[in-house]
């Protein structure tokens, strides 16, 4: 999976918006709270920070390309780089559990409305 097909996924997520941040970093957002940081830069290695379970922080940054991702660590967020052995649906699960997780986080209302907003989009 390229990153290319990663932003795409992000796109396809529920309540999903694309943002440019201190202007070297697309940002995936759901409810304002980010969940997917891509890093611009077009030399390799290219970079992906998302949100991860506790408990699966420190099983994935044991691995090659996966480190704590720069000043998001303490809230449990890694790095993928380009040379990440993790096969492409692999990554793609690590999206989905990050929107995910930031979504289970927000406040009932605002999950409500997310959920009401899929359910009439279908």
């Known amino acids: 999976m390229n990153f290319a097909d990663m932003q795409s996924l992000c796109q396809t997520l529920p309540g999903s918006e694309r943002d440019v ?3 070297d970093a697309e ?4 409810a304002g709270k980010m969940y997917a940081i891509f890093g611009l830069e077009h030399t390799p290695p290219r970079r ?3 949100k991860v379970d506790a408990e699966r922080f ?8 996966i480190e704590p991702a720069p000043y ?5 967020w890694v790095m993928l780089t380009t040379d990440c052995p993790l096969p ?3 990554i793609a699960t ?3 559990e990050s929107h995910r997780l930031i979504v289970a ?5 605002q999950r409500r409305l997310l959920t009401q907003a899929v359910s009439e989009g279908a």
């Open 21 to 23: 941040k201190w202007g």
């Open 27 to 30: 940002c995936h957002c759901v």
């Open 48 to 50: 992906l920070s998302i």
């Open 58 to 65: 420190l099983e994935l940054t044991d691995q090659p390309g």
């Open 72 to 76: 998001l660590a303490r809230y449990h």
């Open 88 to 90: 492409g649906d692999a």
């Open 94 to 96: 690590l999206i989905r």
């Open 105 to 109: 986080k927000l406040p009932a209302k």
